[in-house]
């Protein structure tokens, strides 16, 4: 089978391996599709996501989609050609957090795409069984690939805790941001603000459902956000691109006793935070941990209201191609929004 390895910072190489029979409880699975991930494009331009630093060679790709190949002893439920999602997280099951709910900070996790755990950039890949979810009729495989991150947005919601009518500001309009937007539409938002430096970004997220988008090079997006609100500030605000000052931007537009929420991933292994106006604001912070059982309502929702999130689907490269496509994902060129890498 095709491997695409990452060997250094903005170079991968296409390699050939091969691959076991599935073993008790897994399926082995044929990979159709698979979507960059922010944290992708970390490893191929920093050599790090956060603190965690590549080891070479490694296999990135984490939101992936295919089709049953065969099945191993004891699976029951499966059958050759199936079409699935893929679950990228590996969970132990018997750790405190597992056993009380909350998988997502289980004690013992493997994330397929890390330097232990090879992800999908390749053609087969063993999983245990649970980690298969069915495709229903009319979801292919491209669109197959936005389950994993609008499950992360979907728990992201929980955070936000969006009450209809309330206002919420989304920092970056990347993928993730985008399917903040569009759930935040959803959630019966008032006033969506949409930050972006990108004017292709900007533009689909009016399209997603944003009411407002901000410029940040071209005005003080804070300024911009207190003004329209009155100086009160948006009930929530989600970081959705982690850079150098985007928490603090976050942290500055949020009203009183308000929410922010971090779903993005920074560079940086520390990352500043303003305390004094965190302080007197009294703001509730949060983190956003990938997802939590959350990929059956988010398939659920792709398959009921495509025409909501297929706009996010812009650009696809064969696995041939797989750097091009990592370099048009890291300079948003050409109106990109979401990179698909078909197999």
């Not at 070479?56 to 989609?65: D, I, K, R, S, T």
């Not at 750097?323 to 109106?335: K, P, Q, T």
Request: proline share 6%; aromatic share 6%.
């Amino acid at each position: 089978m095709r491997i695409a390895q990452l060997i250094a910072p903005r170079e991968f190489r296409l390699v050939e391996g091969g691959i076991d029979d599935p073993g008790p409880g897994q399926v082995e699975v044929r990979v159709e599709a698979v979507g960059i991930c922010g944290s992708d494009l970390h490893s191929y331009i920093h050599g790090a996501v956060g603190d965690t630093s590549c080891v070479y060679p490694m296999v990135l790709g984490h939101e992936p989609a295919g089709v049953v190949v065969k099945t191993g002893p004891g699976v029951t439920g499966w059958r050759a050609g199936d079409r699935a999602a893929f679950e990228p997280a590996i969970y132990c099951y018997h750790c405190e957090h597992c056993m009380a709910g909350r998988h997502n900070v289980c004690a013992n996790l493997r994330f397929l795409s890390t330097p232990e755990d090879p992800g999908f950039f390749r053609d087969f890949v063993n999983l245990p069984a649970a980690n298969l979810l069915p495709l229903p009729v009319g979801l292919d495989a491209t669109l197959g690939t936005l389950i994993e991150p609008l499950a992360v947005v979907l728990h992201s919601m929980q955070f936000v805790a969006l009450r209809p009518g309330e206002t919420a500001a989304v920092i970056g309009a990347g993928p993730i941001g985008l399917l903040t937007v569009a759930l935040l539409r959803l959630s019966g938002a008032g006033r969506i603000f949409a930050i972006d430096p990108v004017a292709h970004r900007r533009e689909l997220a009016l399209r997603m459902g944003a009411d407002a988008v901000v410029d940040p090079q071209a005005v003080d997006a804070g300024a911009d956000i207190l003004r329209d609100t009155g100086r009160r500030g948006v009930d929530a605000a989600i970081d959705c691109a982690a850079k150098d000052h985007t928490a603090n931007l976050c942290i500055r537009v949020v009203r009183n006793a308000g929410r922010v929420v971090f779903t993005g991933i920074p560079a940086e292994v520390q990352v500043p935070i303003d305390f004094h106006p965190w302080r007197r604001k009294e703001l509730a912070l949060y983190q956003v941990r990938r997802s939590n059982h959350e990929s059956e309502r988010a398939r659920d929702l792709l398959a009921a209201d495509t025409a909501r999130f297929a706009p996010l689907l812009t650009h696809q490269r064969p696995l041939e191609r797989i750097d091009e496509a990592f370099r048009i994902a890291e300079s948003y060129e050409d109106g990109v929004g979401k990179m698909i890498v078909r197999l």
